[in-house]
């Protein structure tokens, strides 16, 4: 391997494990300031105990998430310097802004959250846990507009000179169309992944009948919120397939793996093909339903792989354009077919548990305890689906993946890089995983009663 | 004033910032394992800098993408030039960070350990690494003519340089321990001042090596003048710690800090990276920076939210202001 496909690995294992931590961050500091501003309306002790024990968790999440997002913004300028030196007057605005309106905003209200309990009046504690969430939204609008300019660079012009994309309007690039269904497409998808979380931990407990009062609420409110989500998650998905369509029709058709131009297209739910997809042996398809997501009509027309590449070598000169479709063609339906999982789980969960009953079944539980699994692969495939279908474009239509690598960085390096960066990660991952798992089990902590103590006499409610 | 300049000038600014924040954190890490000798003594450590350390450290992420956005051959050339240091500093954030959260989370005393050390090994690394990346950018490094660094890894390990791994690294630790001075009450309080004042002279002597260096090999009458100011804080610092006046202490320290990074990126300015094999090559704010609009939405985010951002970080250091005592960390 040399240096680009190393520094192309890194990205990718580095990055998906990021996101693996991300939607659960954003997705439960709603979900947790939701269940604090509850117990300070209404005053009731299980909404606080559901407060601090999904607290804890989100916590235990939210470490790795900050910790490897430092990485994100290092690695653009260590492993890809062309690619900073050519969309830097661009690309770098977003990230910049990200920083310092996000961050921050994230950073310091999530420390005053943890360790402000018995320090701030309670109403202007549950501010902080908000204040925290927006940051986290607000990162997620950022980054997302950055990744939209390379899915459809707007708002630049080529200087040929200084050989880079210079900005010409921040206002097209941050209200790229491509951003505005990617953002809410990405936050309820988090929320989405915060639901099963709930739905996941809360049918762990509810299996052993234990702290009915904080999980079934729990498991309710998790399933309503995947559900709910999932509506919003296929709406705004079907908006991008039609966005994509036509800003990344190559995309598309290397979703569906379409050769040649179709009028209607189908979707095929399953193929067994050669792995190259050149030849297809099986397939179970539904017809129309391709033409219909990508361009509204079960009668449009949809253009195939074949076609492009042709029209391609004619706007961008000879090479390659094709994404490597055994990767797009199933990250597509994994993604699709992840996210309808989770969502079959949580509609099951609230029938099986509707007007207070609680299945016998176990096996039922199980489902519900490994649903968690369902949109952090979905989220996964998602991107993995979005970077991989640009391909071989970095920025589509104006820089290659390939002319993006550092040029002074050798494979011996990023590949030193991507091994010990991957260990450590994987340390992590065990650790964290353990962790989350203790105290998933150790179910919500009781409150102490007041004692009337002074809290400055107190010991630290909250200390590391 | 020309927007290159006010963006070095802001770049400057958040660098400085980091080392005046961070830098005690830093600091408390460091001496994690002098200063606690048991493991309620450690949590108190830790608890000073609880609430701020990872906001604190936000002035590293936002300093990265400021550079990227204002000076992208700048924030190229630096990170893919530097790799290897960087991922030495990544990977110490990482577990530091992450120790950070984690080392509560489970009893035993080897969990604690092992997580103590994260922190201590997390904390010193990049306390010394950014000293020898400052230095070098100060010193000049090997860029060709497409600003590319062509030296190795072996090349950034000079004496200058690792001066100014050394130079920050007892300077963030003096740091650390007038920091907590400040914040902790009782016998550990005692105990920090006193470490305070045992590595005051040899910081003095090494932060003065250090700039005396820099002055010598790089004049800038301006430069000098803010290492001489810098030097005097310093020394005005270890006075008051005698004193027993831990905030003027405190504040000196983190004067000396600042004044130390303004001092170097007034002697680096109008360049950003000097080249050592030739001047042509070298990296200024001009063939660095990204194209005058860019700047100006620059300019106008940080002029609006800066002072938002100041204004509630520094509300948190008033919510937190109470000194800790070892009383106060649950059994």
Redesign the interface.
Known sequence: MDALDLARWQFGVITVYHFLFVPITIGMSVLVAGLQTAWVRTGKEHYLRATKFWGKLF??N???G??????Q??Q????W??Y??F???????P???????A???E??????W???WD??PKKLHLATIWLASLGTILSAYFILAANSWMQHPVGYEINEARG?A???S?GAVLTNSTTLVTFPHTITACLLTAGAVLVAVSAWHLKRRNQEDVFRPSLKLGAWVVLIAGVGVLITGDLQARVMTEQQPMKMAAAEALYDSSKPASFSIFTLGSLNGDEEVFSVRIPSLLSFMATGSPNGEVEGINNLQKEYEQAYGAGNYKPYVPVTYWSFRLMIGFGGLAMLVAAAALWFTRGGRSPRSRWLWIAGIFSIGAPLIANSFGWIFTEMGRQPWSVFGILKTSDSV????GAG?VA??FI??TL?YGV?AV?EVG?FV??AKAGAPEIPPDTGEDAEDR??AF?? | MELTTVWFALITILWAGYFLLEGFDFGVGILLPFLGRDNRER?LL??TI??????N??W???A??????????W???????F??P??LI??A???R??A???????DGEQWKTRWDWSIFVGSLLPAILWGVAFGNIVRGVRLDE?H???GSFFNLLNPYSLLGGLTTLVLFTLHGAVFLALKTDGEMRQRANALASRIGIPAVAIAAAFLIWTAIAHFDGVGVALFAVAALALVGALVANRLGREGWAFIATGATLVLAVVGLFVTLFPDVMPSSLDAANSLNVDNAS??P??LK??TW??VF??PI?LL??GW?YW??RKRLTV?????
């Open positions: 916590l235990i939210f470490a790795i900050v910790v490897t997002g430092i990485v913004e290092f653009f300028g260590m492993n310097s062309d900073s030196r969309v830097g007057d661009i690309f770098g605005a990230l910049a802004i990200e920083g310092l309106l961050f921050f905003l950073s310091t209200f999530l420390g005053l943890i360790f402000g320090k701030l880079r210079e900005l010409k921040i550092s040029p002074s960085v390096t030193t890089s010990g960066l450590l992590l650790i962790l203790k105290y010991p630290l200390a590391y | 949590r830790i608890n609880g609430p701020v350390w990872d906001g450290e936000v590293l992420i936002v990265g993408g400021a550079t990227f956005a204002a000076f992208p051959e924030y190229a050339t630096l990170f893919s030039g790799y290897l960087l991922l990544l990977a954030l990482i577990i960070g992450v950070f959260e984690y080392r509560g989370k489970r497409h590319e660094y062509v990204s194209t609009y860019t939405v620059m985010v940080a939210f800066t951002v509630y970080q948190t919510v937190f009383e106060k960390i649950p059994v």
